[in-house]
Every structure is written in C-alpha cells, then in structure tokens.
C-alpha cells in the first residue's frame, strides 16, 4: 500500500512530462509528498529549482485538493475495488477496476467537463442563453448537483477559497469569471433551487488546474492520485474483516413473465420497430398508450 502511495505520483509525472516531449524528472530528496510530485511534473534542468511550483501557497493549494478528493464514500470508483477485492483479487488488479471506474466522464471526468463547458461559454455575457438552453435541455449545466448533496457541496466552498491563493502565483484565468457569474445565475435562479442543483466540488477545480498549465486531459489523474489513499483504505479495511464475503448485489426481475415458445423460423413475423415521430411523443405524454407491441425486439435470423 504504502509503495503505491509512493509510486503513484511518479508514475503520473512521467506519464506528463512524456505528454510534453519533455525529459522525465526524478524524485529529490528532501522535499515533500507534494513538493516531489510539483518537482517531478515541472522541473526544467537549468532553470531555477524553486520555480512557481514549489510555492508554499501552490503546494498548500494541491495538498488541499488532494485531502478533498482522497475519500468520498461509497462512490462508482470505491465500490468497484471493494467488489475486485471481495473476490480476493490482488491489490493491483483491484485498483485497475476503480482506475477503470473513475475513467469515465460521470465520475473523474467532471472537471474537464466543466472546464469544456465554460470554455464554450467563453464569456460572461454568453450565459443567459447558456442558461436558457440548459432549462430548454439543449444543454447540460456541468459542475452542478450531486448524488449525495442536496445543498451547496461544502468541499466547493473550500476549493473556491484558495482560488484566489493560485490566480495570485499564476495570473487569474480568463473563466473564473465565466465560472463565478454562472454560479451566481444558477444560484438565484428558482430553475436550479428547485432542482437542488448547487455547485459541487468539480466545478472550481478544474479552474485551478488550468492555471497551472495542466492539460484537461490531465485531470482525471489529478483526481486519481489521491483517490488512491481512499481506495487502499477500503481494499485494506475488506481484506482484514473477518466476516468478508463476495459482493453478490440482488436483482429485481420486471421483465416478462411466462410466454409461449415461438420457434426461430417464425420470430421475424413477431419482430416489430416502434417509431414515434417527435410530435407524436409530444402528444401522447407520459400517460399515452403504452401497447404491448413495445415488448417485440427485432430479431436477426
């Protein structure tokens, strides 16, 4: 555990800087968990060794966003290891199904999708009809909501805080402004309060990193170094229970019940396509007339 801790941001660093074209930087002695990382991903030989990364207000920053994202309950990534792990995978390959989890833009691609939201913004006098299509859903409002929080996520609070430390070392991004004046739309506007839609954690994050010259791409690996404290925490705390099972989840079964058997040679006759035009869904609501043809799936013979 403790290796992978260990190893994790130097692997993330030379996966960057061979992004880059750049030559890979070794770890130094001396400086710190986040220091080393910041050291690994910027260092340029040559050049001044306390460069702007290794600012006490830059690594405070990235150590607060690495507290902030290291464990969030039972999400998509955690449940994953702790279902590798409930069937004595080993610790890599559990990790390697949370690493998996997290991959995908519902989870550790949040802030670069709300990053390319508001780089389509582009400007603060674009947001109303930004606004106008997300209430007509022609669009989607990234960076807001959350499963758990039905309020104001209290780590974006945090993270907004020490924007400001960041934009005072690396110039303030040109979206913070977009950012903030969409949240404040969002959050006097009876749409969003309503719905219960509040900025969550990775709406201001992604902000940070971009003034820090990280690509977006990068991001979801930024979300999976600390991440990784959380995930061997739960792989550590199954592994060691005595009562540990395999996860079987259960399964509610609404589909058909009994039906008479059809040969494979007459299944074609029974196969139907249902097209509803746009309108002819917009008539019929909710509450139109579901037949029982919806049950037929086409069948390849």
């Known amino acids: 555990m403790h290796r992978i801790i260990g190893q994790a941001p130097a692997i993330a660093a ?38 702007w990364y290794l600012n006490p207000k830059i690594v405070r920053a990235i150590e607060i966003l690495f507290i902030l994202h290291a464990e969030h309950e039972l999400n998509c990534s955690t449940a994953a290891i702790r279902h590798m792990t409930s069937s004595v995978a080993d610790i890599y390959t559990s990790l390697g199904g949370a690493v998996t989890a997290l991959y995908g833009p519902r989870h550790g691609g949040a802030n670069e999708a709300v990053l390319k939201m508001l780089t389509e913004i582009g400007k603060v006098e674009n947001i109303p009809q930004y606004i106008q299509d997300v209430k007509s859903k022609k669009r989607v409002l990234m960076g807001f909501g959350h499963r758990v929080y039905k309020n104001y996520d209290p780590r974006a609070k945090i993270v907004r805080s020490i924007a400001d430390d960041v934009f005072s070392i690396m110039g303030r991004e040109d979206l913070i402004d977009v950012a903030m004046e969409l949240e404040k739309v969002a959050l006097n506007d009876p749409y969003f309060i309503d719905r219960k839609l509040y900025p969550n954690v990775d ?48 399964q509610i ?24 035009s746009d309108d002819e869904k917009s008539e019929g609501g909710d509450d139109s007339d579901k037949s029982n043809d919806s049950q037929f799936i086409p069948v390849e013979s």
């Open 203 to 250: 709406f201001y994050s992604g902000v940070i990193y971009k003034a820090m010259g990280l690509p977006a791409e990068f991001f979801t690996i930024m979300f999976a170094l600390p991440r990784f404290s959380g995930w061997l925490a739960h792989w550590n705390e199954f592994t060691v229970d005595p009562d540990n099972k395999i996860v079987r989840p259960r």
């Open 14 to 51: 030379a996966c960057f800087r061979h992004f880059l074209g750049k030559k890979i930087n070794r770890p130094r002695e001396g400086l710190g968990y986040i220091e080393n990382f910041m050291h690994m991903m910027f260092y340029e030989e040559g050049k001044d060794n306390h460069g």
């Open 253 to 276: 079964y609404l589909g058909e019940r009994a039906r008479d058997f059809v040969p494979l040679q007459e299944r074609n006759k029974f196969a139907e396509y249902i097209n509803y």
